[in-house]
């Protein structure tokens, strides 16, 4: 319950604040966690970037007040925090389809999207095999690549592709001694607190000691760490099951997300997650 109420109060603040500046580190306080750690958490339990939440509920106030009042569009750009009148015009019609002063029109079709709360749902059910490991400092190296907060579900398989396409995974298991089709890894690391940015995306693989790596690949140190690495079926949902670890697994277990690389393992009979964590 703790963590119901601590999210539904980081929702209550946005809902008040709406018409207002919204901070997100005061969002992450109410929450009780890092301003990176809400950010990453909330698009995977909610399918939503944070950002594009509170954009949504903003655009849909302004639908509202504009079919019910005489406001002017322009007082209304400003007070849901568009600088001016074009910028709130463009992000109005790419949600709702139709120029902001339509909206008074007889009849015309918007979109709503309502206050998001937080519930117990009776799930769990399904197993989440998990194990915790503590492991010394390594290092990792592949191509890194921008993903951003807004859509990382669209991001993450256009880099594979690209990936993919210019034979990298050939050039890293080359620089290994591996055959050019062995399994690497993806590393998310380097997140940002600023909301209109995101965070590297990496495909990779384990650094051998003592072996030179050319310089066209991105190379991380990740320090001595507790680990907590979740098990699955390579045909598995990703993002469901990501899901599933932010909002059953964190609130539920003793541990919190730190600061850190998170990697995803890639293995011919399955697929791990790693999670670097602490005691809270």
């Known amino acids: 319950m703790d963590w ?19 901070s997100y580190d005061k969002i ?28 949504r509920r903003r655009l849909t106030l302004a639908a509202f007040e504009l079919q ?19 910028a709130f015009t463009r992000a109005f019609k790419n949600l709702h389809g139709v120029m902001p002063v339509s909206a008074r029109d007889t009849g015309v079709s918007l979109k709503a999207y309502p206050r998001m709360t937080f519930q117990i749902s009776m799930k769990g059910d399904i197993e989440m095999n998990y194990r915790i490991v ?12 921008e993903i951003s907060y807004e859509k990382p579900f669209e991001d993450v398989p256009n880099f594979w592709n690209k990936f993919a396409n210019e034979k990298s995974g050939d050039a890293i298991n080359a620089v290994l001694g591996r055959p050019s089709d062995a ?5 998310l690391y380097d997140y940002s607190d600023n909301s209109n940015e995101g965070f590297k995306y990496m495909v990779c693989y384990f650094s051998p000691k003592g072996l030179e790596i050319p310089e066209k690949f991105t190379k991380i140190a990740v320090p001595a760490l507790t680990w907590a ?16 670890i932010w909002a059953e697994w964190f609130p539920t277990s003793e541990y919190e997300k730190v600061n850190a690389p998170e990697f995803e393992a ?15």
């Open 4 to 22: 119901l109420d601590r999210m539904n109060a980081a929702m209550d603040y946005i809902e008040s604040n709406l018409a207002d500046h919204i």
């Open 28 to 55: 992450a306080q109410l929450a009780c966690c890092s301003t990176y750690h809400f950010q990453r958490m909330f698009p995977f339990i909610t399918g939503v970037a944070l950002s594009e939440y509170i954009r």
């Open 68 to 86: 019910t009042t005489d406001t002017k569009v322009i007082d209304i750009a400003m007070k849901y925090g568009y600088e001016s009148p074009d």
């Open 134 to 145: 503590q492991r010394e400092a390594f290092e990792m190296f592949g191509v890194c690549g």
């Open 183 to 187: 399994n690497l890894h993806a590393a």
């Open 229 to 244: 690495i979740f098990t699955m079926p390579s045909d598995i949902n990703m993002q469901e099951f990501r899901r599933r």
């Open 266 to 280: 890639y293995y011919p009979m399955g697929i791990e997650m790693w999670f670097p964590i602490r005691k809270k």
